[in-house]
Nanobody
Framework: QVQVVESGGGLVQPGGSLTLSCAVS????????ITWYQQPPGKQRGVVAS???????NLVDSVKGRFTISRDNSQSTGFLQMNSLKPEDTGVYYC???????WGQGTQVTVSF
């Protein structure tokens, strides 16, 4: 069974940075895409960034120039580097693939003074 564990969230001031990690076990990680999702308070989960098995990257417009997605296949881990954070980046962040694995618990990111 695939297990996904997100980590690295926290409370940060606007303009700050965080790096989220997504550790995946129970699957051939290198053959799968990785997508990071944000679920803002009271809203639905939405795509933030994705990286294909071959390394092709897509970012939503609101995070271009601020967020970087990457992966380390040797560690079966995906990363989301978040810079110049804004209050609207607040939410629970999840990673998954397509077709979906079981969802992890996510990691909370709060951007506030």
């Amino acid at each position: 069974q695939v297990q996904v564990v997100e980590s690295g969230g926290g409370l940060v001031q606007p303009g700050g940075s965080l790096t989220l990690s997504c550790a995946v076990s129970g699957t051939t990680f290198s053959a799968r895409s990785i997508t990071w999702y944000q679920q803002p308070p009271g809203k639905q989960r939405g795509v933030v960034a994705s990286i294909s098995a071959g390394g092709r990257i897509n970012l939503v417009d609101s995070v271009k120039g601020r967020f970087t997605i990457s992966r380390d296949n040797s560690q079966s881990t995906g990363f989301l580097q978040m810079n110049s954070l804004k209050p609207e980046d607040t939410g629970v962040y999840y990673c998954n693939s397509f077709p979906n694995w079981n969802w992890g618990q996510g990691t909370q990111v709060t951007v506030s003074f």
